[in-house]
C-alpha cells in the first residue's frame, strides 16, 4: 500500500528535531542552509550525516565541498535560521562566522551554541534527496546553558524544561 506524500509530511511534522546550518566551503564563498535532517551514525569512527534535498541550489557545491560544519543553532536564532533557509538571500552578509579548525569542513557560525567540524567520507543518492556522510574531524562542545532552536509541527519551538 503506497503513502500519499502529504500522509507522510503530516507524520514527520511531529518528530522534534535541532534546527541545524549546515555550511561548507566553495569557490564562490561559504554557503549554507537550513537542516533539521541531521543525525548521528557511528562514535567509533565518529560519523554524522545530513539530508539535503536535491532541489537546493547549493547542492552541487554541497557534494563537491571536501567537508561540512554542522551549527547546532540555540533557541533565540529563528531570524537566522529564516535567513539560511530564504532563497536569493544574502545569508553570509551580516552573519558573524569563522572558518573551523578543520581545513575540509565549512564555516562555524558565531551564534553556533555547539557544532562539528566534518570531512566528507560518503555521498549516497536516495529519493529526492542526498544523504552526505561526514567523519567528525573537530568539535564545538556546548556553551553553557545554551538550549537548542527546536522544529516542530511546521514551526520553531523550544525546549521546556
Ligand atoms: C527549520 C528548517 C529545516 C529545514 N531542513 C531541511 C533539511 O533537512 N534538508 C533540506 O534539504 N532542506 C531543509 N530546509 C530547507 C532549506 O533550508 C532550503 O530549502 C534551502 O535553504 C533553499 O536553498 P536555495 O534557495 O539555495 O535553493 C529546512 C528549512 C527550515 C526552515
Redesign the pocket.
Known amino acids: 500500500m503506497s503513502v500519499s506524500a502529504n500522509d507522510f509530511k503530516d507524520v514527520m511534522a511531529q518528530v522534534a528535531t535541532t534546527?541545524t546550518v549546515v555550511t561548507a566551503k566553495s569557490s564562490d564563498g561559504p554557503i549554507g542552509?537550513?537542516?533539521?535532517?541531521?543525525t548521528s551514525v557511528s562514535v567509533d569512527p565518529p560519523i554524522v550525516l545530513?539530508?539535503?534535498?536535491k532541489?537546493?541550489?547549493?547542492i552541487e557545491a554541497m557534494l563537491e565541498a571536501p567537508g561540512f560544519t554542522v551549527n547546532m543553532m540555540p533557541e533565540d536564532s529563528e531570524d537566522e535560521?529564516?535567513l539560511?533557509?530564504?532563497?536569493?538571500a544574502d545569508r553570509f552578509g551580516s552573519t558573524k562566522w569563522q572558518d573551523a579548525r578543520s581545513p575540509e569542513a565549512g564555516p562555524v557560525l558565531a551564534s553556533a551554541f555547539a557544532y562539528f567540524a566534518c570531512a566528507t567520507v560518503k555521498r549516497t543518492e536516495i529519493g529526492d534527496?542526498w544523504v552526505i556522510f561526514g567523519e567528525v574531524t573537530a568539535v564545538g562542545l556546548p556553551k553553557d546553558g545554551s538550549m537548542p532552536l527546536v522544529?516542530h509541527d511546521r514551526g520553531?519551538a523550544k525546549v521546556a524544561r
Open positions: 534546527v542552509l537550513t537542516v533539521s535532517a541531521f545530513v539530508c539535503i534535498d532541489v537546493v541550489g547549493t535560521a529564516m539560511f533557509a530564504t532563497h536569493g534527496h522544529w520553531f
